[in-house]
């Protein structure tokens, strides 16, 4: 039996054969069900190409914990507007430059350390984007991969 080896962010292989039900991933069984995900294309071809932009970008398991505590969700939706939720900093645009995590900080009414983890757990799973000026480094939406995830979710969940 002929198999193809597709390549997954991490160095996963999914080893794709025309049996469905012997599809594997290398840390265990690729549910039968899991294929209409990932759009069987055929017989032993596995096409992810309209979700390539999503596993690429960012680790669904990453987003779903980052998403999954109720300050960094309150983060999220303050970045959001950020006019609307922080003082501005003179010469600063919020919304093109991002908020300095001194200001998320007094939002939340948290240690700097926390809200540094929280926004590192954001930033890593493809949620926020950091501009650095000078000494201060900024937080913004990535309004793009969010909208890439809520299409992903839409489309498959």
């Known amino acids: 039996m002929e198999c193809q080896y597709i390549s997954f962010k991490r160095s996963q292989n999914v080893v794709v054969s025309t049996d469905l039900h012997s599809l594997k991933v290398a840390n265990g069984e690729f549910r039968k069900e899991w294929a209409e995900t990932f759009n069987i294309a055929g017989s032993n071809i596995l096409d992810i190409s309209r979700n390539v932009d999503i ?50 900080t007094d939002k939340l009414n948290m240690t700097q350390s926390t809200v540094s983890q929280y926004l590192s757990i954001l930033q890593r799973a493809g949620l926020i984007q950091t501009n650095r000026i000078g000494k201060y480094t900024y937080y913004k939406r990535n309004e793009e991969k969010i909208k890439e995830l809520a299409n992903f979710l839409n489309q498959n969940l």
Request: proline share 4%.
């Open 55 to 104: 596993i690429n970008g960012m680790d669904l398991i990453e987003v779903f914990k980052a998403l999954s505590n109720e300050s960094r969700l309150q983060i999220l939706q303050w970045l959001k507007e950020p006019e609307t939720h922080f003082v501005p900093q003179e010469g600063v645009d919020m919304r093109e430059i991002g908020v300095c995590v001194s200001q998320v």
